[in-house]
């Protein structure tokens, strides 16, 4: 059956660096678009970054552009976030997701309906 599996979560100070990575089995990930989505303390789950099935297109959230990259290794079956320059504004759960994410407007690939697939998450806490 289809599984996503995140890891790399901690606590990093301030101005500090992440990497995840996302692990997937039970489905041809080759052909889904892989996203990372993230749910801060009391707030709603925000997608923050979209690789397309091919690797070519990205997005990302406004506030992390710039400091986060997504990237996609197909043979290994695995998504990474790259996240430098974390900030307290960054600490969340963080989901990725398999889906087909459509549309061509600044949002691609970031709303949650467009993802089938979901692992369970792995905290990331910023603070000194």
């Known amino acids: 059956q289809p599984q996503l599996v995140e890891s790399g979560g901690g606590l990093v100070q301030p101005g500090g660096s992440l990497r995840l990575s996302c692990k997937a089995s039970?489905?041809?990930?080759?052909?889904?678009?892989l996203a990372w989505f993230r749910q801060g303390p009391g707030k709603e789950r925000e997608g923050v970054a979209v690789i397309s099935s091919n690797g070519v297109s990205t997005n990302y959230l406004g506030s992390v552009r710039g400091r986060f990259t997504i990237s996609r290794d197909n043979a290994a079956k695995t998504v990474y976030l790259q996240m430098n320059n974390l900030n307290p504004e960054d600490t969340a759960v963080y989901f990725c997701?398999?889906?087909?994410?459509?549309?061509?407007?600044?949002?691609?690939?970031?709303?949650?309906?467009?993802?089938?697939?979901w692992g369970q998450g792995t905290q990331v806490t910023v603070s000194s």
């Open positions: 039970g489905f041809g990930m080759d052909y889904y678009g």
């Open positions: 997701a398999a889906g087909s994410p459509y549309g061509v407007d600044s949002m691609w690939g970031l709303r949650s309906g467009d993802y089938d697939y």
